[in-house]
């Protein structure tokens, strides 16, 4: 599995950005794909998951401002991102675990939000 991840950049606070993860070669075989962030001197932390089965989970820190959704036609999961805060600005990371315990990571992707 191969994860492609796009969509950062630089927005104000109280802005909105969305990110994409587009998943290639065995997307099917993915139970769990989410994303992941890592601020500066911060460890890396969950943002964001869903399950193949549509159920979600989202760190409590961005619940009610970020939403995670899923086009499996395109293989692709979006994060969309609203109420941005400055402690929001961290690299961003697509992950997929597939049921077998292989774990896939894509590049990341920067977010930086200014005050």
């Known amino acids: 599995v191969q994860l492609q991840a796009s969509g950062g950049g630089l927005v104000q606070a109280g802005g909105s950005l969305r990110l994409s993860c587009a998943a290639s070669?065995?997307?099917?075989?993915?139970?769990?794909i989410g994303w992941y962030r890592q601020g500066s001197g911060k460890q890396r932390e969950l943002v964001a998951g869903?399950?193949?089965?549509?159920?979600?989970i989202y760190a409590d820190s961005v619940k009610g401002r970020f939403t995670i959704s899923r086009d499996n036609a395109k293989n692709t999961v979006y994060l969309q991102m609203n109420s941005l805060k400055p402690d929001d600005t961290a690299v961003y990371y697509c992950?997929?675990?597939?049921?077998?315990?292989?774990?896939?990571w894509g590049q990341g992707t920067q977010v930086t939000v200014s005050s």
């Open positions: 070669g065995s997307a099917f075989s993915i139970d769990v």
């Open positions: 869903m399950r193949s089965g549509g159920s979600t």
């Open positions: 992950n997929a675990d597939s049921p077998d315990g292989q774990d896939y």
